[in-house]
């Protein structure tokens, strides 16, 4: 059984620093692009990062570029989320996702995707 748990929320001050993980189980990792996205209250899900599977090719929102960087460990079935530079904007429940096929442009859009984990708070706050 495919799952996805992600790990590593939490409150953090602006300018700060945190890398949440996505552990994935019941599948190989390297055959599938994984998203992450991000959900505040009142607002639609939106694609934050996102890594190919063919070739690793990076996606990233404009918001988040230059401060994000996504990795993966494909021994360790293990996909992260390395944010700095964090603004009480990005508050938000992130999420990680993962898709067999290649989204190409596609890649920012929740529901290309079959498998979700459950969400972590990231809370930035002063």
């Known amino acids: 059984q495919l799952q996805l748990v992600e790990s590593g929320g939490g409150l953090v001050q602006p300018g700060g620093s945190l890398r949440l993980s996505c552990a994935a189980s019941g599948f190989t990792l390297d055959y599938y692009a994984i998203g992450w996205f991000r959900q505040a209250p009142g607002k639609e899900r939106e694609g934050v990062s996102c890594?190919?599977?063919?070739?690793?090719?990076?996606y990233y929102a404009d918001s988040v570029k230059g401060r994000f960087t996504i990795s993966r460990d494909n021994a360790k079935k293990m996909v992260y989320l390395q944010m700095n530079s964090l603004k009480p904007e990005d508050t938000a429940v992130y999420y990680c996702?993962?898709?067999?096929?290649?989204?190409?442009?596609?890649?920012?859009?929740?529901?290309?995707?079959?498998?979700w984990g459950q969400g972590t708070q990231v809370t930035v706050s002063s």
């Open positions: 996702a993962a898709e067999s096929r290649d989204l190409g442009r596609r890649w920012n859009r929740p529901n290309e995707y079959d498998y």
């Open positions: 890594i190919r599977s063919s070739d690793g090719r990076l």
